[in-house]
């Protein structure tokens, strides 16, 4: 009797043992980011506040156009629809009736382990008011960026946070930020709230912000050859 008590813990044992290695196993997984440790990604433009602030919003898809009351038919997209920045909306921080722009509450409790986020949070919020944010709305689209999984790319995706600051009376500062940068690893066994048995789950993880998805991106707001405009975009 004690024996086949002690073969039925063991037995157990193992299984919970089996479970919780099948569970974690995904922490161990080799993600290799192929890029530059993040960095400011700035430039000055020429043009005042007013005129660069105008040209951001003439490039871009326009969230409020998209969501404008009584709109009928197909939405014009600036952007080819094979193109990253199709995808993409642009939302001022003073945009009424929307609050789109995340609070520095939600930046600074939403960063994951980004860290260079924190570098938004210092400019003074007056500096911040022509700021603007552009984001992918379903949180489902994805890209390949600066991340490796399995020596493939791993999809990523977040938004950005565009700072506007006057230089002079006809230039204007205009820098990158990333905000909530994740990537999907593949899928791993776990437990789901839905679910009442383990089941296969999509391994989404916080990571850091890349460097070359803000140089493409601020690259079509100067207009260089490197950047994707409507017109070139792929």
Same mark, same amino acid.
């Given at each position: 009797?004690?024996?086949?008590?002690?073969?039925?813990?063991?037995?157990?044992?193992?299984?919970?043992?089996?479970?919780?290695?099948a569970?974690?196993?995904?922490?161990?997984?080799?993600?290799?980011?192929?890029?530059?440790?993040? %960095?400011?990604?700035?430039a000055?433009?020429?043009?005042?506040l007013?005129?660069?602030?105008?040209?951001?919003?003439?490039?871009f898809?326009?969230?409020?156009?998209?969501e404008?009351?009584?709109?009928?038919?197909?939405?014009?997209?600036?952007?080819?629809?094979?193109?990253?920045?199709?995808?993409?909306?642009?939302?001022?921080?003073?945009?009424?009736?929307?609050?789109?722009?995340?609070?520095?509450?939600?930046?600074?409790?939403?960063r994951?382990?980004?860290?260079?986020?924190l570098?938004?949070?210092?400019?003074?919020?007056?500096?911040?008011?022509?700021?603007?944010?552009?984001h992918?709305?379903?949180?489902?689209?994805?890209?390949?960026?600066?991340?490796?999984?399995?020596?493939?790319?791993?999809?990523?995706?977040?938004?950005?946070?565009?700072?506007?600051?006057?230089?002079?009376?006809?230039?204007?500062?205009?820098?990158?930020? %990333?905000?909530?940068?994740?990537?999907?690893?593949?899928?791993?066994?776990?437990?789901?709230?839905?679910?009442?048995l383990?089941?296969?789950?999509?391994?989404?993880?916080?990571?850091?912000?890349?460097?070359?998805?803000?140089?493409?991106?601020?690259?079509?707001?100067?207009?260089?050859?490197?950047?994707?405009?409507?017109?070139?975009?792929?």
């Amino acid at each position: 009797m004690n024996r086949r008590i002690t073969v039925l813990a063991i037995v157990f044992t193992g299984a919970i043992l089996g479970f919780v290695v099948a569970t974690q196993a995904h922490r161990f997984k080799h993600i290799e980011k192929r890029g530059p440790a993040p %960095e400011r990604v700035a430039a000055i433009l020429l043009g005042g506040l007013d005129a660069t602030a105008g040209r951001i919003e003439t490039v871009f898809n326009r969230w409020s156009e998209f969501e404008r009351p009584g709109r009928t038919g197909t939405y014009l997209n600036k952007f080819p629809r094979d193109a990253k920045w199709s995808h993409f909306f642009l939302s001022r921080r003073d945009d009424e009736g929307l609050q789109l722009f995340p609070s520095d509450e939600e930046i600074s409790r939403n960063r994951g382990v980004d860290s260079y986020i924190l570098a938004y949070l210092r400019i003074p919020p007056a500096s911040r008011s022509r700021d603007f944010y552009f984001h992918e709305p379903s949180g489902d689209y994805y890209w390949e960026s600066e991340y490796f999984y399995k020596n493939a790319p791993a999809k990523f995706h977040c938004s950005f946070l565009i700072h506007l600051e006057p230089t002079d009376a006809s230039h204007t500062t205009v820098e990158i930020f %990333e905000y909530q940068p994740y990537i999907w690893a593949g899928e791993y066994f776990g437990l789901s709230a839905h679910a009442i048995l383990p089941t296969r789950l999509y391994d989404i993880r916080p990571v850091e912000p890349t460097t070359s998805d803000r140089r493409a991106l601020l690259a079509i707001i100067d207009g260089s050859p490197s950047g994707e405009n409507p017109a070139e975009a792929q």
